[in-house]
């Protein structure tokens, strides 16, 4: 098992501590740096400014969000990182949520997320292939565009730039089991937001027909400290967040996952006190074992201790969350 940072996005502003957090994993061995976006700062950027400070790590985006770029759009930043970090690039993708979606990017949720993610990912493959020029009769993602304002003059074409690698690995976020199965299908890896060793069997059965080198990445935030009700208390402060605040009501796919790992009215009332303005009882809603079981928090035996039960299961490459580089030292020497 692997290890990689996750730095995640940036709240109010810049961290002045990622450079030297990246820089940090990469002296320690770790295998991969990962940065991500939500609606403030986006993913390639703060990457691409960490390529720049550091050699051999490889980089990720863990996610991008497909609703931000078309796939054409994706898949150059992502040729381009690639060549400008000499091969490192992993390309982490998401749908998110129609919160998102609409209310920020301003696009419609697609009915079908299966379809529209497939048809994503079709168009990245084939502008990293750079075998013809790039055509989808798709049903979200036509190629040339097809709707009924097109001029009827588009043209397929091949990307100018030649991909450094036409295997650049593509993983996807997905919660559902349907999208998990699907991940499977069409991508390298899979990008889990919540992933618990001691409930392995709540991904068995989509992760069956995973091939060979197919990369299971799931983000753990991390924090050696000897009081582990503190510890948990930045885990909590962030399901709280995405179980409450990101998502309507009626359709959070963040709840939906929490409640198929055993917590259902759990979920339920941490959206109702988010939603009412109640977040410090949201946090304190959730429950310690859930933050616990998708966490590696508490003292270094402790997490040595849990440490084992991840690397019993089929991850391949557990990215870490912290910002706190005694934290990675541990997870370092403790993965070794």
Same mark, same amino acid.
């Given at each position: 098992?692997?290890?990689?940072?996750?730095?995640?996005?940036?709240?109010?502003?810049?961290?002045?501590?990622?450079?030297?957090?990246?820089?940090?994993?990469?002296?320690?061995?770790?295998?991969?740096?990962?940065? &991500?976006?939500?609606?403030?700062?986006? /993913?390639?950027? !703060? *990457? =691409?400014?960490?390529?720049?400070?550091?050699? #051999?790590?490889? @980089?990720?985006?863990?996610?991008?969000?497909?609703? &931000?770029?078309?796939?054409?759009?994706? /898949?150059?930043? !992502? *040729? =381009?990182?690639?060549?400008?970090?000499?091969? #490192?690039?992993? @390309?982490?993708?998401?749908?998110?949520?129609?919160?998102?979606?609409?209310?920020?990017?301003?696009?419609?949720?697609?009915?079908?997320?299966?379809?529209?993610?497939?048809?994503?990912?079709?168009?990245?493959?084939?502008?990293?292939?750079?075998?013809?020029?790039?055509?989808?009769?798709?049903?979200?993602?036509?190629?040339?565009?097809?709707?009924?304002?097109?001029?009827?003059?588009?043209?397929?074409?091949?990307?100018?730039?030649?991909?450094?690698?036409?295997?650049?690995?593509?993983?996807?976020?997905?919660?559902?089991?349907?999208?998990?199965?699907?991940?499977?299908?069409?991508?390298?890896?899979?990008?889990?937001?919540?992933?618990?060793?001691?409930?392995?069997?709540?991904?068995?059965?989509?992760?069956?027909?995973?091939?060979?080198?197919?990369?299971?990445?799931?983000?753990?935030?991390?924090?050696?400290?000897?009081?582990?009700?503190?510890?948990?208390?930045?885990?909590?402060?962030?399901?709280?967040?995405?179980?409450?605040?990101?998502?309507?009501?009626?359709?959070?796919?963040?709840?939906?996952?929490?409640?198929?790992?055993?917590?259902?009215?759990?979920?339920?009332?941490?959206?109702?006190?988010?939603?009412?303005?109640?977040?410090?009882?949201?946090?304190?809603?959730?429950?310690?074992?859930?933050?616990?079981?998708?966490?590696?928090?508490?003292?270094?035996?402790?997490?040595?201790?849990?440490?084992?039960?991840?690397?019993?299961?089929?991850?391949?490459?557990?990215?870490?969350?912290?910002?706190?580089?005694?934290?990675?030292?541990?997870?370092?020497?403790?993965?070794?």
């Amino acid at each position: 098992m692997r290890l990689g940072l996750a730095l995640g996005y940036w709240g109010r502003g810049p961290d002045p501590r990622h450079v030297e957090l990246a820089q940090e994993a990469e002296r320690l061995g770790y295998d991969s740096v990962w940065t &991500a976006e939500a609606w403030g700062s986006d /993913a390639f950027t !703060a *990457l =691409t400014w960490i390529a720049a400070h550091t050699s #051999r790590v490889k @980089l990720g985006t863990a996610i991008a969000q497909m609703a &931000a770029r078309t796939p054409t759009a994706t /898949a150059m930043q !992502a *040729l =381009t990182l690639d060549h400008l970090s000499g091969g #490192r690039m992993r @390309l982490g993708l998401g749908l998110s949520g129609p919160q998102v979606v609409e209310g920020w990017y301003g696009r419609p949720f697609p009915a079908s997320p299966l379809t529209a993610t497939r048809e994503y990912v079709d168009i990245v493959r084939q502008v990293l292939r750079r075998e013809a020029p790039v055509t989808l009769d798709g049903r979200f993602h036509p190629l040339p565009y097809r709707g009924p304002d097109a001029t009827g003059l588009g043209k397929p074409l091949k990307p100018i730039t030649h991909p450094r690698r036409a295997d650049l690995p593509v993983l996807l976020g997905a919660e559902g089991p349907k999208n998990i199965a699907q991940t499977t299908r069409i991508a390298d890896g899979w990008l889990p937001l919540y992933w618990s060793p001691y409930r392995t069997d709540a991904y068995e059965a989509p992760l069956a027909g995973a091939p060979d080198g197919f990369l299971v990445a799931p983000m753990a935030l991390a924090r050696v400290c000897d009081d582990v009700a503190e510890g948990l208390l930045p885990v909590k402060g962030m399901l709280a967040f995405y179980i409450g605040g990101m998502g309507h009501a009626a359709r959070n796919f963040h709840a939906d996952l929490m409640s198929r790992m055993g917590y259902p009215d759990e979920a339920r009332r941490i959206q109702d006190l988010f939603r009412r303005g109640r977040r410090a009882e949201a946090v304190r809603a959730v429950p310690d074992a859930f933050a616990d079981a998708i966490s590696l928090t508490g003292p270094r035996a402790r997490i040595a201790d849990r440490l084992a039960a991840w690397r019993e299961g089929p991850v391949t490459d557990l990215l870490i969350t912290t910002r706190d580089p005694h934290t990675l030292r541990v997870l370092a020497e403790l993965n070794t």
